[in-house]
């Protein structure tokens, strides 16, 4: 089967950082991205791990452990306009887009 | 570059009515997938097209169909819709759909079923 785990809710302040964890498990691994989603909007991608290690883009980090079936999207100098909901998906085939999405994290900045 | 276009983006239908949803992938794409995303399920895939094949599928019931065009647009047809249907259905489309396409989605199609 397929699963992905996600916190359902974060807060956190303006300015500071916060790191939402993604665990899973999944019949295959071809690559895990996180992707952000305003309310009312559609999925924009942020990044994106195949290999162990740390991806960093600007404010964005993301962190990939296949042995652990973990990663994890830092965010730093939070924004308001961060408050969002992100999504981690697990590629499981090695062609082919039928990504699997977690539950999603919904993170709230406060002034 | 135009984004992926979804059209309608609102559409109310009633029980057992059947609705068809189309998708316009970004130009030069050629895979084109479908999903469903409610509130109490999530993100889920629904089918994926490439080169006018449907070369993966999820769990969802022979109801949802789909198609592509030679020009890589996209459609997706619901028969007999039942209140469960009521979503939010995205289109993403990427280049090849290898290992490590990023996929762009659409705004999506907000369907009501009443």
């Known amino acids: 089967g397929q699963n992905i785990d996600q916190p359902t809710e974060m807060t956190a302040t303006e300015g500071a950082i916060v790191q939402i964890n993604c665990t899973y498990q999944t019949s295959g691994f071809n690559g895990l991205f996180w992707y952000q989603q305003h309310a009312g909007e559609a999925p924009t991608f942020l990044s994106y791990?195949?290999?162990?290690g740390l991806e960093e883009k600007g404010r964005f980090s993301s962190f990939l452990s296949r042995s652990k079936g973990y990663s994890y999207l830092l965010l730093k100098e939070l924004q308001m306009k961060d408050s969002a909901s992100y999504l981690c998906?697990?590629?499981?085939?090695?062609?082919?887009?039928?990504?699997?999405f977690g539950p999603g994290t919904r993170l709230s900045v406060l002034p | 570059k135009a984004g992926v276009t979804q059209t309608p983006r609102y559409l109310i239908k009633t029980r057992g009515q059947q609705v068809t949803l189309s998708c316009s992938p970004i130009s030069g794409h050629r895979s084109v997938s479908w999903y469903q995303q409610t509130p109490g399920q999530g993100l889920q895939f629904l089918f994926e097209?490439?080169?006018?094949?449907?070369?993966n599928k999820g769990n969802f019931p022979g109801r949802f169909s789909g198609r592509q065009f030679s020009n890589s647009r996209s459609e997706m047809n619901v028969s007999t819709l039942e209140l469960g249907d009521s979503a939010l259905y995205l289109c993403?489309?990427?280049?090849?759909?290898?290992?490590?396409?990023?996929?762009?989605f659409g705004p999506g199609t907000r369907l009501t079923v009443l």
């Open positions: 097209y490439f080169s006018e094949t449907q070369r």
């Open positions: 998906a697990v590629s499981p085939d090695n062609y082919g887009q039928n990504f699997v």
């Open positions: 791990n195949v290999l162990d």
């Open positions: 993403a489309s990427s280049l090849a759909g290898g290992y490590g396409d990023e996929q762009f």
